[in-house]
């Protein structure tokens, strides 16, 4: 509406018409988005928010849990605002063109009428930034699909690391100053009758908030002497020619700070991964999971959390998330992450880390191995896995190697369970092949049996399902007769389930905790959100660490 009924661009919309007011309402849009999609990218800022938790609510960091979604929404704005902000500007190239103005050659951005509106697109520096800019773009958002990032994950990585470009390339294309408005209208009314000395000063009336203005028309086709204009209508007569400039640039002002913002804690996280982990122990776990142990200085990080692996012998730009499977305490500096052996990055680390004898061995101590790379972590970040023990009853279900967030979880109540608000665990863990449950089988002993010395049995839940059999029923052997127990071929009644939880914990909030299959957190979600009979609240939390 400012475009479209602004005084002060009264000549430029004449000449643009809609094109105008879309092109620079899409503009700010832009702008908007653009400093937003930065900060859902400040890991350690959001780390640190998650942690202060007597300052932000429990809601509160549920939504900050929520941050890929809202980097993502504000893609997608960027995306769809950008085709309207493009669209808009190619309307005005023409308009440019076709509607010539001879009296005013400052607001042309054409030099001449009827020129080629190609020539204002690609050789204007905001038309060859916003072509450079539309580019980048579509390859960022293109390789952003799922499919790419679970096939290649270097496309999606190295693309999305052109986004410096583009942001030098929206603070030079807002300095084009192609679009110009009108600085003195006070003196130049829009419109107004401009008298020049000559016979011939009035020209028709045109209607301007409410005002006649008069131009550039024998004053003999009004059938009016001007002074009856003057009596009978609200008439302003100026002697100035009107006046443009170019705007002044608003973009820096939008994200100047987000950028500022990211590029310090980019420096910082750069800083605090410089040094490389020593690896204390590589274990090889049936189905093709590896347990890398390690040990860094000054490392502190709480159940839940997740670290981003970099190993330069593997990839120089290539790095993965990966959640601690155990975290280091006042007692033992080690943590842990266990990584499934899928793709080329993790197949190369594992050839890396193990050696082709040491395959089927399932410890491989460090000083048995050949040398071993540098690895890098950046981190620990938080997750929503964090809120499982401020729940005063949560439920974890997970999906094959989906278990690595509660891991960490499993671990840390090993060690006391007694300083956290936690009173009852449900853990339910799905398979499909019976091994994978030996990834945790002794975590799961040591804790059950633990709770039982300690006399609270009910204090942990576990249910272990296994999705395929080929006929085998038990895990292996008496060891793991605590988990045999508590093995169920199938899939879990995910009703029945919620409905027993729900009456044996009236009035109660339970956390929801899924690691797993998009189709699994569907099911679950909408479980949640359904209403039951005994007044208990089911709040989901999705894994989504990145």
Known sequence: MLYYKGPQYHYLHQMLGLGLCLSRASASVLNFNCSLVLLPMCRTLLAVLRGTKKVVSRKARRLLDKYRSFHAACGIAICVFSAIHVGAHVINAVNFSTNYNSDYDALNVARYKDEDPRRILF?????????LMVLILFLMSTASTASIRASNFDIFLNTHNLFFIFYVLLLVHATGGVLKYQTNVEEHPPGCLQLNGTENYSVPLTWVNGEAYLQNTPKAALGLSLEELLINSTLRICTKEPEFLPHFPETWLWILAPLCLYCAERLYRYFRSSKPVTITAVIHHLSDVIEIRMIKENFKASPGQYIILQCPSVSALENHPFTLTMCPTETKATFSVHIKVVGDWTERLCDLLTSQDNRETEIIPIVHQRKNPKIYIDGPFGSPSEEALNYEVSLCIAGGIGVTPFASILNRLLDKWTDYKLQRLYFVWICRDIRSFLWFADLLCALHRKLWQENRPDYLNIQLYLSQTDGIQKIIGEKYQALNSRLIIGRPRWKLLFD???????????????????????DLHRLCNRLNGYGTRFEYNKESFS
Request: one cysteine or more; proline letters at 6%; charged letters at 20%.
């Open 123 to 131: 050789t204007t520096v905001p038309g060859l930034t916003g072509v």
């Open 500 to 522: 027993e939880i729900a009456k044996s914990n009236r009035q109660k909030s339970v956390g929801v905790f899924c690691c797993g299959p998009k189709g699994l957190s569907k």
